[in-house]
């Protein structure tokens, strides 16, 4: 395709949306003229069938659930005036909470004012925050944010020693819908023994964000902890960030979470319409229908040039391959759906992986993010009438280039600048167009059995491993290879799972396991002193 044909296609595809500052050029996907004429039935299906979403009815057949995170940012829609009091009472709640801790009303046991902030969540409870505490962060930042998002003790230990002595001015906010998730209780745990070895009162630090009723949701209220925010049954962890998942963190933080809501609503009002060349949300259902046959044949690869959107790469992984990578459809037909999903930044990326984008295996199309405003400020001429930003701006344009001289597909969103409304249009965008994506494929998007069925592995691994220990309490003194203690217990069929825990717990000092090596690692021995 010659340059004025590109140019005339970008002319008729681009999709302009000013009332988010947003625009997204498919015109490097190769899609066929007649594609919007051929898929207009299905994503009017979409379409309809978002709609039945947000006015409240059971879209989560399987756990028998609304899904409304699209009210949190237009609670007038919510389907019952209880749901819009409860989103708008905690709105609220949020905003004074806040308040109360940046003036000092609410302080810490031992200090004037908290200046620091650490979230213990895992997945859509971690992921989102995380990703907009690092986008929207500044010098004005009224308090300084940390997470533990996973069950790794040195991971528990490098923040813990990041935060310091500083201990004493953190508040703890602990994020859990169910109160029972495994590395949310084990990062709180760890936590709370942290607090009192510094002579503190974790319950005089510690907020929670949970369930009504949830294990957690009791023990915040019995342990008399700052404040509990609810979560809701109808919000999903990855579509929770205009919940108070997000929103505390964030205005504690010192983000405007007005303008957050406002982009993200603003967002919802222009993914609404039926038009689906001018609906942002549509036209990137489309395109990853088309790339990927509808049956994941692509991966995405996320390219935003912009530091500070560095996680924005991992935080869509998870909003679209957990929605999105399910082996039924709704009629419960075997179908493997998914897009895989990796990114990390640009012109980092170019230095990397960009080599295979072009000339490697072509399984995949990109997804180029834009920012026009470089910084706030003037910047350096680096050569003359040429700045850093300049240069940033013609990598990803040159990258764009060279892939798609070599027949690889793209598509670019761009936005203004970056900013608390242009992050909240973005999370907004994607989420509905995973959406309606779904629809498309016949799937459910808004479940998560595949993490639920490693959640009991994992569980059953732990079990095994309490057989395994107290065996060896029962017999200290005395050593076993692998195989002779899984026989011992009777479980011959989980020798490989008896190996790895043998080699875990004795690899660490907390179980009192010795190991006697051989060169055959299998005939390695394992036993506990006497």
Known sequence: MDQQALWERYKKYLCQCPSVALTLDISRMGFADDFFCRMEPEIQKSFAAMDALESGVIANPDENRMVGHYWLRSPALAPSPEIRRQIEDAGRSIIQFARNVH?????????????????????????GPQFVADA??????????????????????????AIGGCLSKTLTIVISKSGGTAETRNGMLEVIRA???????????????????????NRALSGKWIARFPMWDWVGGRTSITSAVGLLPMSLQGIDISDFIGGSAECDILTRSKSAGSNPAAVLALMWYHATGGRGQKDMVVLPYKDRLQLFSKYLQQLIMESLGKEKDLSGKIVNQGISVYGNKGTTDQHS??????????????????????????????DPGITSGDYLNSFLQG???SLFENGRESLTITVQKLDA???????????????????LVNINAYHQPGVEAGKKMAGAIIGLQREVLGFLHKNRGRSFSAEELAKAIRAEEKVESVFKILEH????????????ADKNAFLSRYGMPR
């Open 399 to 401: 990258t764009r280039n």
């Open 195 to 217: 607090y009192r070895n510094a002579g503190l009162s974790f319950e005089k630090h510690a907020v929670a964000i949970t369930g009504v009723g949830s294990n957690l949701d």
């Open 136 to 161: 929207l962060s500044s010098t004005d930042d009224r308090m300084k944010p940390f997470f533990l998002d996973n069950t790794d003790p040195d991971g528990f230990d490098r923040v813990l020693s």
């Open 505 to 516: 717990v004795s690899a660490n000092r907390d179980h009192r396991v010795k190991k006697a």
């Open 353 to 382: 992986y960009v080599q295979q984008l072009r000339e490697g295996v072509k399984n995949f199309f990109a997804t180029f993010i834009e920012v026009l405003n470089d910084r706030a400020g003037l910047s350096l001429a680096v």
């Open 103 to 127: 003036t000092g009303k609410i302080k810490p046991q031992k200090a004037r004012r908290f200046t620091n902030l650490l979230c213990i969540g895992i997945g859509g409870s971690a992921l």
């Open 421 to 439: 409304r242009t992050v909240g249009a973005l999370i907004a965008l994607f989420e509905r167009a995973v959406g309606l994506y779904a629809t």
